[in-house]
């Protein structure tokens, strides 16, 4: 079977080999075909850190070729998007029936893999801050994988979106996911306050939007893309007062994975979630949409396709 296994001599420190084991897969497992995964920033340093044949890989979509021996899950045939905890860039990958959601046919496998990482991080996240029925929201990095699926979901739950992006010329795309405002940077006085804040940027920008949120409300802090956060007491002062920072970490619970990736692929085939994919290249090429996720050349996710 082939599959990507980490090399610190291949590019992007990926080596595509053709002799990996069949997947074995225990009572509770499903065994899927692999069509479709996409890859996100932290799987880069992943790689890094695993250098030595270890296996990534958590995006996953394809079609159920062994069920369940113990009758959970999707049957054979079925379409389905999976979150793995690693060993997703291969033909085929076993994967515990409570982390599969089958697909509707109107969910393409490109779109289903864009959903696993970014798209359950969004909607958890979004949990923290309650009901956001009319209570203004701000998400930082929404032109991202995570903040595009936030966006899209905090307005389809009724809250007023503002918008945070690192540049100009994506306002236009995220006002387009139903954002009510739009902004590059967090320095205007009449910003907020915010209920909830979903934060995937850090750095100083973290302690910026402490300072709009209202009292009482909820920043959950999901990434570090401008580095390490630092904040004070005093950023509360300004009307932030008893907020919460809760250092958010959206794989947990485990045992709830599929339901909610079911949630996100129904309000994909309903119209009401759109994934964003700035590009799609066959699997072979996986190094280099790396590159690109580094080099920030696109927006929204990036999806490696398998087969036809």
Same mark, same amino acid.
């Given at each position: 079977?082939?599959?990507?296994?980490?090399?610190?001599?291949?590019?992007?420190?990926?080596?595509?080999?053709?002799?990996?084991?069949? =997947?074995?897969?225990?009572?509770?497992?499903?065994?899927?075909?692999?069509?479709?995964? @996409?890859?996100?920033?932290?799987?880069?340093?992943?790689?890094?850190?695993?250098?030595?044949?270890?296996? =990534?890989?958590? /995006?996953?979509?394809?079609?159920?070729?062994?069920?369940?021996?113990?009758?959970?899950?999707?049957?054979? &045939?079925?379409?389905?998007?999976?979150?793995?905890?690693?060993?997703?860039?291969?033909?085929?990958?076993?994967?515990?029936?409570?982390?599969?959601?089958?697909?509707?046919?109107?969910?393409?496998?490109?779109?289903?893999?864009?959903?696993?990482?970014?798209?359950? *991080?969004?909607?958890?996240?979004?949990?923290? &801050?309650?009901?956001?029925?009319?209570?203004?929201?701000?998400?930082?990095?929404?032109?991202?994988?995570?903040?595009?699926?936030?966006?899209?979901?905090?307005?389809?739950?009724? !809250?007023?979106? $503002?918008?945070?992006?690192?540049?100009?010329?994506?306002?236009?795309?995220?006002? !387009? %996911?139903? @954002?009510?405002?739009?902004?590059?940077?967090?320095?205007? /006085?009449?910003?907020? =306050?915010?209920?909830?804040?979903?934060?995937?940027?850090?750095?100083?920008?973290?302690?910026?939007?402490?300072?709009?949120? !209202?009292?009482?409300?909820?920043?959950?802090?999901?990434?570090?893309?401008?580095?390490? $956060?630092?904040?004070?007491?005093? /950023?509360?002062?300004?009307?932030?007062?008893?907020?919460?920072?809760?250092?958010?970490?959206?794989?947990?619970?485990?045992?709830?994975?599929?339901? /909610?990736?079911?949630?996100?692929?129904? %309000?994909?085939?309903?119209?009401? %979630? *759109?994934?964003?994919?700035? %590009?799609?290249?066959?699997?072979?090429?996986?190094?280099?949409?790396?590159?690109?996720?580094?080099?920030?050349? *696109?927006?929204?996710?990036?999806?490696?396709?398998?087969? @036809?």
């Amino acid at each position: 079977m082939r599959g990507f296994v980490t090399d610190p001599k291949g590019a992007g420190g990926l080596r595509l080999v053709d002799d990996l084991a069949e =997947p074995v897969p225990s009572g509770h497992d499903v065994v899927v075909e692999v069509r479709a995964f @996409a890859i996100n920033h932290d799987e880069a340093n992943l790689i890094a850190r695993r250098p030595d044949g270890w296996r =990534p890989g958590q /995006d996953v979509a394809g079609v159920v070729v062994a069920a369940a021996g113990d009758g959970s899950g999707p049957g054979v &045939g079925a379409r389905v998007v999976c979150y793995l905890d690693w060993e997703g860039w291969a033909e085929r990958v076993v994967v515990p029936s409570h982390c599969v959601a089958a697909l509707d046919d109107r969910v393409s496998f490109e779109q289903a893999a864009s959903l696993p990482v970014a798209g359950l *991080t969004a909607l958890r996240a979004l949990r923290v &801050g309650g009901a956001v029925l009319g209570r203004q929201v701000l998400v930082t990095g929404a032109s991202g994988g995570v903040g595009q699926f936030a966006v899209q979901l905090a307005v389809a739950a009724g !809250a007023r979106v $503002t918008a945070q992006v690192s540049r100009s010329e994506r306002e236009a795309g995220v006002r !387009a %996911l139903g @954002a009510h405002r739009v902004v590059t940077s967090l320095d205007a /006085d009449d910003l907020g =306050p915010f209920h909830v804040v979903l934060d995937g940027i850090g750095g100083a920008q973290t302690a910026q939007a402490i300072r709009h949120m !209202a009292p009482g409300g909820q920043l959950a802090l999901y990434g570090k893309v401008a580095g390490d $956060t630092s904040i004070s007491i005093s /950023d509360f002062y300004a009307q932030g007062w008893n907020a919460h920072v809760i250092g958010f970490v959206s794989p947990v619970p485990d045992e709830t994975k599929g339901e /909610d990736l079911g949630i996100l692929a129904e %309000l994909v085939a309903d119209g009401r %979630l *759109t994934p964003h994919i700035g %590009l799609v290249m066959d699997w072979e090429r996986t190094a280099e949409g790396f590159a690109a996720l580094e080099r920030r050349e *696109t927006t929204g996710k990036i999806v490696m396709r398998i087969g @036809a």
